[in-house]
């Protein structure tokens, strides 16, 4: 009985949790944004980076890679600082929301490829 309520609970959370998940259908890889300015609100946490940036006059999140992921290409969040300008190249979300999902970021001479 225990495993019958064990199972149903974790499948009640499935659904949600797969829609938390920034896969990468969610966006329009057909339309690449590239962008340079610099980055606010950066959080470098789990279950991946990310920040805001101002983009075609509006606020725009933006999602960045796994922090491990991040560290072990060369990208540390000290090169993200206030006031640093970077370039992000990415793909908007389908369905309109401003978000973006960086596949390359390049701060001064040094671009991290993110996918």
């Known amino acids: 009985m225990l495993r019958k309520i064990l199972i149903a609970a974790a499948l ?16 329009d890889m057909e339309r690449t944004i590239t962008h340079t300015a610099s980055l606010s609100d950066v959080n470098w946490g789990n279950p991946h980076g990310s920040a805001r940036v101002r983009y075609d006059n509006a606020t725009w999140d933006v999602v960045l890679a ?3 992921r ?16 970077v370039t992000l190249v990415g793909y908007p ?23």
Do not use: N
């Open 12 to 27: 009640s959370v499935a659904p949600a949790a797969a829609l938390a998940h920034h896969g990468w259908s969610s966006y």
């Open 66 to 68: 796994p922090v491990r």
């Open 93 to 115: 979300r389908k369905d309109g929301t401003r978000e973006m999902r960086i596949e390359r970021i390049i701060v001064g001479d040094q671009t991290v490829e993110l996918r």
């Open 70 to 85: 991040m560290e072990s290409r060369g990208l540390t969040q000290a090169m993200l600082g206030p006031r640093q300008h």
